[in-house]
């Protein structure tokens, strides 16, 4: 038997009132998201299974920014994005600008494996999970007040310029994510990432955390990672399967190969980087650069932890 | 000075009765769009200039799959995607799932220069080409007769399964592409790549074409990279930034890495693959694996091709 593991993330960025105030129910979140992930793959479940109901469990969370609770365009909506990868057979699956999808990473997920095609965005995405039957929601269900305050604020301050709330958002860094590695029994490897984008946003924005290579990337012979931060440097990083070039050809093992791309190659960027992945052996490793980054992980040598600032 | 450089593909894949019949059509089409972009790398223009005006002279053809001629999908509609890489700062673009935006990579282009965002698809696209006032079409000027020709026959054949015409587009690659590459007189390099989709595919794909990493990708420490073949092989090997990376952690040139890259890391892949990529010195390399993808180059030392099949 392999040695199993499971790491997830809910998102890397700056402090705020809101993330001090709610820290014990966003640990609790990355514990349940954890839990419920490793107890699948102790009764053999496959990596894929795994980052999927780690992921789904904080898609379903209203204090994380994917499925529920996500972040609310400048069109007072709110688009999701996802995507999905095994490492084992190098399939994925991935979908962009979907709304009232209950769980968007369940979607990519039956994109891989239920139809010809990889990467489906709006209203091609919604049909695909209509014929499904994927559990749908009310546009009521994923808005949370939170979110709201966080929408309505930004549209007074504003007046509905989006151009300005855009480069304000790269600068403020007003962004979210979710995401899980696993490496399971059988030494198999998968990443998955959901994200609700960012706050007041233009709709249609596509999310770097839809797209294989930058939101999520696996591979059996190196590693699976999922990253979250300023989705324009984690875009032109390719940073997931930058991590994975760095052990394929940089010859790195996978905690070097971490931190030299978020200490070295990312060193003088302006943006927040965060990552976490597996190697088929059972290691775990995550890497960051903001002051916090929810985060946690567990392997069947007994290994666990959760927390959120840096110097935890 | 120093030495400049363009090339170009219109899509690799397999031989058509389509093909052999406009094979001088297509090579005018390649060769308009080389001589376009190198008179503006010749004057001093940027190497984003010369892709940009390469692709939009190909999405013009309407011999190519890209802006008019694109693939008619299955509810009948041209849906296209596009991506652009500036290898000097490492700042792109792209648009998926587009309607009636003449030329995408100028919205691509657009997105890049003119947003705080990156990446934008279906109706948020669609409103960015409107607020910057670019040329738009109605959907009678993208639809060729070929195309329809070509949709219509899918849609005899599978009575509207959309299911069965995608299992059937990955065994019958029925895709295409257009793309350039350039490095001007500063020694910047750049990508473009812009696609009209597959013939008969679910509305809503994003194509691989519009993602940064795997349908283009540039940086002046390497190269610059486009590519086009089975959306599934590109993205699962996250086709333009492996090479990138076969050069900065691989060590290769620029010649050694493409032709590793298709010829030894793809060798078992059981698609279409192609690659046009140009390094910072003026280097241009081509390697696909299809019997034919149209291609051509033009060099300031007099060095020029344009070609079609596997044996020119």
Redesign the interface.
Known sequence: MNNFAIAVHGGAGPDSDSIRKHKKELEKGIQRALDKAYDLLEQGGTAVEAVEIAVRELEDDPLFNAGRGGAINSKGEIELCASIMDGDN???G?V??VKNVKNPITLARAVMEK??????????????AQELNLPMEPDAYFITEKQFDAYKEKRDQVGGNA?AI??E??GERMHGTVGAVAVDKKGRVAAATSTGGTEY????????SS????GS?ANNKTCAVSSTGD??YL??Q?TC??VH??M???KMNLKRACKHFIRDVCKDIKGDMGIIAVDPKGNVAIEFNSVRMHRGWKTCDGDSFVGIYQEE
Chains 1, 2 share one sequence.
């Not at 946003?201 to 770097?208: S, V, Y």
């Not at 797209?211 to 930058?214: D, K, L, Q």
């Open positions: 190098l399939q994925s991935a962009a600008i139809t010809s095609h990889i990467y489906l965005g709006s209203y091609g995405a919604l049909s695909l151009q855009a480069k958002q790269v946003a233009k709709e249609g924005r596509i999310g770097d797209m294989i290579g930058v990337y989705g324009e875009m032109q390719v399967f930058h070039a760095l394929e050809y940089g």
